[in-house]
């Protein structure tokens, strides 16, 4: 266990809807990350959050947007849902993101129909 | 251009025989940090090991141990004595300065199949 929780695990909708997908990083960890895992291909950063400050931006698209609230847990909204969105999500949250190690959750399954 | 590269999409391995995964990465970073991580078929993802480009020693967690190369760019896994539980996909990751924060990229991963 991680210590890294993210809910749903399992979340089917269809396209057009909007989700929301939700973080509680590690006890004391600042820095929240969100990255997409499509089917067999590789893990692709969307977003840095530290201490409710918006850090890094990678290829998060413009349906896409996220935030780190302050009591640290964070939300990914995800609308205007096409298929291509079905993905594994994950969460990771680190204490220094400097020098330490990603501690993930276990992901959050999109399933767009 | 790729930051990670993993070469070998699926590596095979008999039980109790040590195997390589090979990893090379592209930075201009000078501080830098390289990570393995496993992602078995449940899906969650396990941290590995971590070597840190400071650093003199190659890094070794129980089984795990790194090759650290930094004049070659490569950072591979090297797993001893290997076990049926081992089967997983293999990450290789790079830990970078990015805009205000950090950013870790992950490469495409080896897929490693361990035969009894």
């Known amino acids: 266990d991680s210590g890294v929780t993210q809910t749903p695990k399992h979340l089917i909708t269809a396209t057009g809807q909007r989700v929301t997908l939700r973080c509680s990083p590690r006890s004391g960890d600042l820095s929240v990350y969100w990255y997409q895992q499509s089917l067999d291909q590789g893990l692709q950063f969307l977003i840095q959050y530290y201490n409710g400050e918006e850090r890094a931006k990678g290829n998060i698209l413009e349906r896409f947007s996220a935030q780190q609230f302050p009591d640290l847990h964070s939300e990914l909204n995800l609308s205007s849902l096409e298929l291509g969105d079905s993905a594994l999500y994950f969460c990771?949250?680190?204490?220094?993101?400097?020098?330490?190690?990603?501690?993930f959750g276990e992901g959050s399954r999109l399933t767009v129909l | 251009a790729q930051k990670i590269t993993q070469t070998q999409p699926g590596m095979f391995v008999q039980e109790k025989e040590a195997v390589t995964l090979d990893c090379t990465y592209d930075?201009?970073?000078?501080?830098?940090?390289l990570f393995w991580y496993k992602q078995p078929s449940s899906g969650e993802m396990i941290f590995l090991i971590y070597?840190?480009?400071?650093?003199?020693q190659n890094a070794t967690e129980g089984r795990y141990s790194l090759n650290f190369q930094k004049a070659r760019k490569s950072a591979n896994l090297v797993i001893s004595a290997s076990q049926l539980g081992d089967s997983a996909m293999y990450f290789c990751?790079?830990?970078?300065?990015?805009?205000?924060?950090?950013?870790?990229?992950f490469g495409p991963g080896t897929r490693l199949s361990v035969l009894p």
């Open positions: 070597q840190g480009s400071y650093d003199q």
């Open positions: 990751a790079m830990r970078e300065n990015y805009n205000y924060g950090q950013n870790f990229v």
């Open positions: 930075t201009s970073d000078p501080s830098y940090g």
């Open positions: 990771a949250s680190a204490t220094r993101p400097d020098t330490g190690e990603l501690f």
